[in-house]
């Protein structure tokens, strides 16, 4: 296991085995980087990197009112909450909740969308902005915006629903789904026990 993702599971672990000890821990580290960030540097921390937790549940993030939060989301409930005014959450479409994010999108909320062929310009009538530039998802315009993102890594050979492909890219995926055909692994990677990734 690589250094970094040891370095993940060893903090997940702690905040399972001692929540308030990681939150003690995490707040402390926020009141240093607030500080800097009232002395000029700009700061922008994204606590869901790799999960998705509910960390406006567990943080007054209002506290650290020089920094700036962002997260993604699957968990369109987490967008009815009222979230402090330096914390921007952008939900996150995906095969099973496409419903739930023109809803989002409906309200006001920013929602992100992979896709498989070139961007479009709307998405079900909603416009998009270019999200592959940059991560900063507090920058994008408010208002319900699709941030368009193009499908990267194994995402390129999605056939579950993930990727929206284009016209003619969900004509061949309809068709080979009744065919039973499958999109084409582009690429693998081995891991342990020889399988590939």
Same mark, same amino acid.
């Given at each position: 296991?690589?250094t970094t993702q040891l370095l993940r599971l060893n903090k997940?672990?702690?905040?399972?085995?001692?929540?308030?000890?990681?939150?003690?821990?995490?707040?402390?580290?926020?009141?240093?980087?607030?500080?800097?960030?009232?002395?000029?540097?700009?700061?922008?921390?994204?606590?869901?990197?790799?999960?998705?937790?509910?960390?406006?549940?567990?943080?007054?993030?209002?506290?650290?009112?020089?920094?700036?939060?962002?997260?993604?989301?699957?968990?369109?409930?987490?967008?009815?909450?009222?979230?402090?005014?330096?914390?921007?959450?952008?939900?996150?479409?995906?095969?099973?909740?496409?419903?739930?994010?023109?809803?989002?999108?409906?309200?006001?909320?920013?929602?992100?969308?992979?896709?498989?062929?070139?961007?479009?310009?709307?998405?079900?009538?909603?416009?998009?902005?270019?999200?592959?530039?940059?991560?900063?998802?507090?920058l994008d315009p408010k208002g319900g915006h699709v941030v368009?993102?193009?499908?990267?890594?194994?995402?390129? +050979?999605?056939?579950? +629903?993930?990727?929206?492909? +284009?016209?003619?890219?969900?004509?061949?995926?309809?068709?080979?789904?009744?065919?039973?055909?499958?999109?084409?692994?582009?690429?693998?990677?081995?891991?342990?026990?020889?399988?590939?990734?």
């Amino acid at each position: 296991m690589a250094t970094t993702q040891l370095l993940r599971l060893n903090k997940t672990f702690y905040l399972y085995e001692d929540r308030d000890g990681f939150l003690a821990q995490l707040e402390s580290e926020l009141d240093a980087l607030n500080l800097q960030a009232r002395r000029g540097k700009r700061i922008a921390i994204r606590l869901n990197g790799t999960s998705d937790l509910p960390w406006h549940l567990w943080l007054d993030m209002a506290r650290w009112e020089s920094l700036v939060f962002y997260d993604y989301t699957k968990f369109a409930n987490r967008l009815s909450h009222e979230l402090a005014p330096n914390y921007s959450l952008t939900f996150s479409r995906s095969e099973s909740n496409e419903a739930q994010a023109l809803d989002v999108l409906r309200s006001g909320g920013n929602v992100a969308v992979v896709f498989g062929d070139e961007l479009p310009e709307t998405w079900h009538g909603f416009p998009l902005v270019q999200g592959d530039a940059h991560d900063l998802r507090f920058l994008d315009p408010k208002g319900g915006h699709v941030v368009g993102l193009t499908a990267k890594g194994s995402a390129k +050979g999605d056939a579950s +629903g993930f990727v929206v492909m +284009g016209d003619v890219g969900q004509a061949w995926a309809r068709e080979s789904e009744r065919a039973g055909r499958t999109l084409p692994v582009l690429a693998t990677a081995p891991v342990a026990g020889g399988r590939a990734a």
